[in-house]
């Protein structure tokens, strides 16, 4: 069942927190770095849990990690790793958050390199799910198959966020650039 139509089956509540992120935001290019960031954040931090669970600690995951600015993460000190660890708002996984301060380093890089992590994705554009796959192993922590496939299609790279009789399908596609459509 596809995420578009799983969310027709739910209850009013879990509903209106899917619909906003389906509706809004999932399959949607991402211009902005930060939000990049914080989307490979919230779908390393959702393996092995539902993705409801890091819809509903969103906002105190933007809180934790200073709205996941880059330049702040990257620079995190070990008080900032244990505050992370006592934080009982966000996923408390030392391998996780872990990860998300060494990602932030490394896109610190990329962005020296290449100007901006948009620019870097753009530049290895496209690619089939193995290659990203294994881009991503190589560049980043805790990156593996499905956080990678999940990350991408949430942000348009890879097909598959939504179905092509899906309402909203139609709008993701106009939204993105014409080279992000080319195959």
Same mark, same amino acid.
Request: aromatic residues 16%; glycine residues 10%; proline residues 3%.
């Given at each position: 069942m596809s995420y578009c139509s799983a969310i027709e089956t739910m209850q009013a509540e879990r509903k209106i927190l899917h619909k906003n992120y389906h509706d809004k935001l999932y /399959?949607?290019?991402i211009h902005d770095d930060n939000e990049l960031f914080c989307? =490979?954040? =919230?779908?390393?931090n959702q393996a092995g849990l539902s993705w409801e669970t890091i819809l509903k600690k969103e906002k105190t995951f933007r809180k934790a990690y200073h709205n996941f600015n880059i330049r702040k993460v990257a620079a995190y000190t070990e008080a900032d790793r244990e505050r992370l660890l006592l934080d009982a708002g966000i996923i408390r996984n030392r391998l996780k958050i872990n990860?998300?301060? @060494? *990602?932030a380093k490394t896109i610190r890089q990329i962005q020296k390199e290449f100007g901006?992590? @948009? *620019?870097? =994705? !753009? !530049?290895h554009h496209p690619k089939t799910k193995q290659e990203w796959v294994k881009l991503f192993k190589q560049t980043f922590k805790f990156t593996g198959g499905e956080i990678v496939n999940e990350?991408?299609?949430s942000i /348009?790279? =890879?097909? /598959?966020?939504h179905s092509p009789d899906c309402k909203i399908y139609k709008i993701v596609l106009k939204a993105k650039p014409m080279w992000l459509k080319a195959k």
């Open positions: /399959g949607f290019p989307r =490979l954040v =919230l779908e390393i990860a998300a301060i @060494e *990602n901006s992590f @948009e *620019n870097w =994705l !753009q !530049q990350f991408l299609m /348009g790279y =890879l097909d /598959g966020a």
